[in-house]
């Protein structure tokens, strides 16, 4: 059934809006019983198995800022960065950011989930509870055991580190007083490790490479690309079905649910075009109320990031295989699944407390045996490489709000950034105890100097105005639709039904209450798998009550 004349004379079960992480694991599992019918409404194009520049690994950078696989989204002048926009890439592909992003799997500190049980009414969110998710969804090719999963749909290889940089940046974190840890997604995630990544035999990924095209022969199931929703459709309060538009025509899709999993932006989005949001800021738009829900939008939160560069004195980082007249050799190595495009370069990194206050790590660290940005610019035509950090649970906090009815005109975007005294104080320390990490004997044989931000910037106020000015996100946005109970909460946590109306849920990282102390993309898969069985009613599983690591 892929007609829109079929899509729009079908009682969907569930039509899912957005064909990224958390919707294509939905699919997969609410499409598990043939007598349901599930409908995606992905807007971007498809994920062709041929597009080399997403199932690449090494070839990340090209799609972020293409138009033809990413969305393309900039905040508002950032008031602490010198009114900076500061860019975001989205996917604008099935799969959604999980075909253009690093491929980094991270699940978080069991903590950050103990964090979120805290709140009231959220009790079942705790590690315990979602453990069992996280190992039913992956395949751990390094071993299951007690905390890793090993016949799940997303297949995680170990990078192997091997390049010398790597294992002198290892050596010198162990020389800085910091731990090495076997496994930064088992028992301990404090200290430093080879990292999982969404790569098998040389290719990425994706989720929608995992869940859904595996399922894609079901007939129960329909997946709708270039399909951009609109509105969705109310009897009163109770969700009915979604407005989209496909080939530039007009189209109704009518659902018993619908399931909003088009991610921090889109998702408030498209509630606020509908009529769910803060009264007062929908009414001077002309929109008509159907749910006065004021956190609709807000609680924006994410990870920035800076690069911190160092040129090589010695011939062993990846920078050679950046040249163009490399790539014909690399993409030719790639088609047999060998060579450097089949890594993400991402091998190596950790995390870490950059004080004795936080109670588990609020640094995280990637690190690159080379010196390049997201966009493909580097510091140097010789040798390089660079660690990425940034503070992973700052109490900034931002806004998402729609500033016309026009579904393609991008909501206003704020995150904040820097613009609390917790936020400033943690990025002076992350510069601090990364620089003494990079000072370390071990790096004596390669360092050739810093290269970003370079000897000059010293001080607190010098540090602070490099970071306003040379930050990134690290492309995790998140909450802005939250489970919880109180007032100010979107969602109920329980069954991730949004507040003041029926039929209408949400499922992705706009979920989430707060970020949690990693790459996003593992959390979103798991909230999704867990959410399957909250829709479904299944009996959930069982909490795995195992031991973690404190550190203190």
Known sequence: MSTTSDIESTDWDYVIVGGGSAGSALANRLSADPATKVLVLEAGRNDSKWDVFIHMPAAFSFPIGSRFYDWKYETEPEPHMGGRRVYHARGKVLGGSSSINGMIFQRGNPMDYERWAADPGMQRWDYAHCLPYFKRMETTLAGGDDYRGDDGPLILERADAANPLCQAFFEATGQAGYPRTSDVNGYQQEGFAEFDRNVHRGRRLSA???????????????????????????????????????????????????ILCGGAFNSPQLLQLSGVGEAEHLRSLGIDVVADVPGVGANLQDHLEVYIQHSSTQPVSMQPHLSKWRRPWIGLQWLFRK?????????????????????????????????????????????????????????????????????????????????????????????????????????????????????????????????????????????????????????DPDTLRVRGTQGLRVVDASSMPYVTNGNIYAPVMMLAEKAADLILGNTPLEPSDVAWYRAN
């Open 208 to 258: 929608a490479r995992a869940y859904l095209h595996p399922v894609m022969s079901r007939t129960n199931l329909t997946v709708v690309t270039r399909a951009m929703a609109t509105t969705i459709n109310f009897d009163g309060t109770c969700a009915t079905g979604v407005n989209f538009t496909a080939g530039r025509k007009r189209h109704t899709a009518n659902a018993a649910e619908v």
């Open 339 to 491: 060579g450097p495009a089949t890594s993400n370069q991402f091998e190596a990194g950790g995390f870490v407390r950059s004080n004795d206050e936080v109670a588990y790590p609020n640094l995280m660290y990637h690190f690159l045996p080379l010196a390049i940005r997201y966009d493909g610019t580097t510091p140097t035509k010789g040798h390089g490489y660079q660690v990425h950090v940034g503070p992973m649970y700052s109490d900034v906090r931002g806004t998402v709000r729609i500033t016309s009815t026009d579904p393609r005109t991008h909501p206003a975007i704020r995150f904040n950034y820097l613009s609390t005294e917790q936020d400033r104080r943690e990025w002076v320390e992350a510069i601090r105890v990364t620089r003494n990490i990079l000072s370390q004997d071990a790096f004596g044989p390669f360092d050739g100097g810093e290269l970003s931000p370079g000897p000059t910037v010293k001080t607190d106020e010098q540090i602070l105005e490099w970071v306003a000015k040379d930050a990134e996100t690290a492309l995790h946005p998140s909450c802005t639709a939250r489970m919880g109970t109180d007032e100010t909460s979107v969602l």
